[in-house]
């Protein structure tokens, strides 16, 4: 099931990065009082009465400007336009409506996208009325008025946008097959990857950076079973960075993460694991997707006895917020550990979808407790009540505690060791929501 996606734009200084802050629920964004700071694209995840989407912050749109970071930004919003399921549209009330405001409208008409049209600055509408209603000039719906840094007409703003949402899309699955989508930095074989597991060309495949500039869905059968591949266009470093298309394809990995089942993060292993890899599969960590880790062109590298091992304790060194990801070598230019490639995608699809018995979580969290004391605090010590599993996809654990600020992150990740070496969970995060009961609800 993936998330709608929404996409904040507007000219330079409007108020953008303050909205997106003031959704998000903490200054991702930098917000400064001059045109041009937000120069990256910033992405988070927003939830408003049950409904959870996922929130795109954008550059100034400048239309006609030749400024060439101006330019860039303007390339960087086409492309979240392009992307977006829902577009807010931020003006600035004490601005007025200026010429520049205008022609993005104009921009935004022709990508016959759903429009939110939001008129930011209004501390008090009754003073900033007919300002307000100025913005009707632009034809494209009726304004709301909101104050961004006053928290003031967020609801009423966030009601408009959600009513877009396609319900079908917010609600359902749209496919039972497993969705595999293939991430990674550019030009390390992902588009070869795929063409080799269809047996045709049906990906553009180039030793040029950037080839893949949007995410492509493939449908492979392998033992009689379907999986539908997603492509995406690779990430870069960037101050490695020259073409834009390049340089904004992380909302296209982002959307693609989120339709997916298992991410395949690619590794060069020529070029070895880097920061860039660790910050890819980061993504995917964070949406709690089942992970595989597929060191490409395994062919090329000169090998000895701890060749694996090396590559192996070098990428838990670097991704050592993911122990549990799985790691497999392969060539995707001779077709090397193919096979093998989908036993472990399957393997971590029954490990996401797993289900523990309430019982024997219990009797493992007890025996856990008996082999390592919980934690204390000025003389009070954490208890550990009652765990339960209570979703999947990834297996998510409801523990009930005396006291949620006891819970250390240390012990809950020494109570997931516990279970993971009962049952595996392998290449599956899991994740740990802790509740607060008192000792005579006990």
């Excluded at 016959?112 to 501390?123: A, S, T």
């Excluded at 394809?249 to 020529?270: G, K």
């Excluded at 996401?352 to 010590?381: C, F, H, Y």
């Amino acid at each position: 099931m993936s998330k709608p996606i929404v996409a904040i734009v507007g000219r330079p200084n409007v108020g953008k990065s303050t909205l997106f802050n003031a959704l998000a629920g903490s200054n991702i964004s930098i917000v400064k009082d001059t045109p041009g700071v937000t120069r990256d694209r910033i992405y988070t995840d927003v939830e408003w009465l049950n409904l959870n989407f996922t929130l795109i912050d954008t550059g100034g749109i400048e239309p006609e400007s030749k400024d060439i970071m101006l330019s860039q930004m303007r390339e960087q919003a086409q492309i979240a336009i392009d992307t977006a399921d829902v577009i807010i549209f931020i003006v600035d009330c004490q601005q007025g409506l200026v010429d520049s405001d205008a022609k993005v409208a104009d921009m935004l008409r022709r990508s016959h996208k759903p429009i939110v049209l939001v008129v930011n600055k209004v501390d008090s509408f009754q003073k900033y009325q007919a300002d307000v209603f100025e913005f009707y000039n632009l034809g494209i719906g009726d304004p709301v008025p909101i104050s961004a840094a006053n928290r003031q007409g967020l609801g009423d703003m966030l009601d408009v946008v959600t009513s877009y949402f396609d319900p079908e899309k917010v609600y359902t699955e749209e496919d039972e097959r497993p969705r595999i989508a293939i991430v990674g930095k550019p030009n390390v074989g992902k588009s070869s990857l795929i063409n080799k597991l269809l047996g045709e060309n049906r990906l553009i495949v180039t030793d040029i950076a950037g080839t893949t500039r949007d995410a492509v869905d493939a449908v492979v059968k392998w033992k009689g079973n379907e999986y539908i591949f997603i492509d995406t266009a690779g990430l870069r470093r960037k101050s490695r960075i020259k073409e834009e298309l390049e340089r904004y394809s992380i909302i296209r990995t982002v959307s693609a993460v989120e339709r997916a089942d298992v991410v395949v993060m690619m590794i060069d292993a020529t070029e070895g694991v880097t920061e860039q890899d660790a910050h890819i599969a980061g993504i995917a960590h964070e949406r709690g997707k089942g992970i595989v880790i597929a060191v490409n062109k395994w062919d090329a590298v000169e090998k000895d006895d701890k060749t694996i091992y090396e590559h192996t304790r070098k990428i838990r060194q670097v991704l050592s917020y993911m122990p549990y990801a799985e790691i497999i070598f392969i060539s995707a230019e001779t077709g090397q550990r193919l096979p093998k490639l989908f036993d472990t995608i399957d393997m971590v699809i029954q490990n996401q979808s797993m289900r523990v018995k309430t019982g024997v979580l219990n009797e493992i969290m007890a025996e856990a407790v008996a082999l390592q004391q919980p934690p204390s605090d000025k003389g009070k010590r954490l208890k550990l009540y009652y765990i339960t599993q209570a979703r999947v996809k990834p297996p998510t654990f409801v523990v009930f505690v005396n006291d949620k600020d006891l819970m250390h992150f240390s012990y809950t990740r020494y109570l997931e060791n516990q279970i993971r070496k009962a049952f595996g969970f392998r290449g599956t995060p899991l994740k740990f929501i802790i509740r607060e009961r008192k000792d005579k609800e006990s």
